[in-house]
């Protein structure tokens, strides 16, 4: 069973930043593709940024790409997503998962488990 809690969100000017966390137990990071994913209201949920364990690879959504990182570490099972540059559309509630691929995949349904979210508000 693997329980997955996210922190980290609140409300910020534009241009601002914020850092999420995501706590993880009962799964190894080094094993498994981390991913974060949002969601705005009305809104189908978006891939955000994914990390693999073992290799330390990276993928970002165009949108993110340069101003958003995402980073293990894998001594206290934590994920990270550092987000610099904050526009109002990146106004949404934020998940952390957990995929048993390798292959950084971007698609919510890639992903076997699931934070419950936290919220980032970025006002004008």
């Known amino acids: 069973q693997v329980s997955l809690v996210e922190s980290g969100g609140g409300l910020v000017q534009a241009g601002g930043s914020l850092r999420l966390s995501c706590a993880a137990s009962?799964?190894?990071?080094?094993?498994?593709?981390m991913g974060w994913f949002r969601q705005a209201p009305g809104k189908e949920r978006e891939f955000v940024a994914a990390?693999?364990?073992?290799?330390?690879?990276?993928s970002y959504a165009d949108s993110v790409k340069g101003r958003f990182t995402i980073s293990i570490d894998n001594a206290k099972n934590t994920l990270y997503l550092q987000m610099n540059s904050l526009k109002p559309e990146d106004t949404a509630v934020y998940y952390c998962?957990?995929?048993?691929?390798?292959?950084?995949?971007?698609?919510?349904?890639?992903?076997?488990?699931w934070g419950h979210g936290t919220q980032v508000t970025v006002s004008s």
């Open positions: 998962a957990s995929s048993t691929t390798l292959v950084l995949p971007t698609t919510p349904a890639a992903y076997n488990y």
């Open positions: 009962g799964r190894t990071f080094s094993m498994y593709t």
């Open positions: 990390i693999n364990g073992f290799v330390m690879s990276t």
